[in-house]
């Protein structure tokens, strides 16, 4: 098969695993209402949070999670660019899912599990970047930007080049979803976690 068909073929199949809209799906099943009408109205494991189910939450963090391993994990068989490109599918899938209008999620959850299936050191060193940040700041955006931020500097030294390269373009996508974030943490008004909004 020609490259330019497995490299089609990648970024489709990657594309509608990461337009699985989990937040919706999630909070649907669990009575919570349309996620999108809810706290920031963003369709991610965060604001699901903000219902106050936290299995909701953290099922729908799974789903994120999982559907960026799969999109991975099944181009990589054809070699490393197609699954980079299986990974760029899934990241946009998730931000711009066909079936919410092309208005999805902010993509961290959905990175980490691109990252995991293509270096799990990474991954847990993103997590743990995660985990650390929001401990201090009580900042789930902050906690976001800080471990995207350095990704491809951990890719580099734990996996290779090429995939810092790719880490780098996704993180760069998380600093343009996190656009809004990043204005209200510069005036101090990004919400806590667990807090709820109005």
Known sequence: MPEFFIDLISFVGGYLLGSIPFAFIVTKLFGLGDIREVGSGNVGATNVLRTGNRYAAALTLLGDVG???????????????????????????????????????????TYIGIVAALAWPVALLICATWLVVA????????????????????????????????????????????????????????????????
């Open 67 to 109: 559907k960026g391993v799969v999109a991975v994990l099944i181009a990589r068989r054809f070699g490393d660019v197609p699954a980079l490109i299986a990974a760029l599918g899934a990241f946009a899938g998730h931000i711009f899912p066909v079936w919410l209008n092309f208005k999805g999620g902010k993509g961290l959850a």
């Open 135 to 198: 401990a201090v700041s009580r900042i789930s955006s902050a906690s976001a930007l800080v471990a995207a931020a350095l990704s491809p500097l951990y890719m580099w030294f734990l996996a290779s080049p090429t995939y810092a390269g790719g880490a780098a373009v996704l993180a760069v996508l998380i600093f343009i979803t996190h656009r809004e974030n990043i204005r209200r943490l510069l005036k101090n008004e990004e919400p806590r976690i667990g807090a709820k909004r109005p």
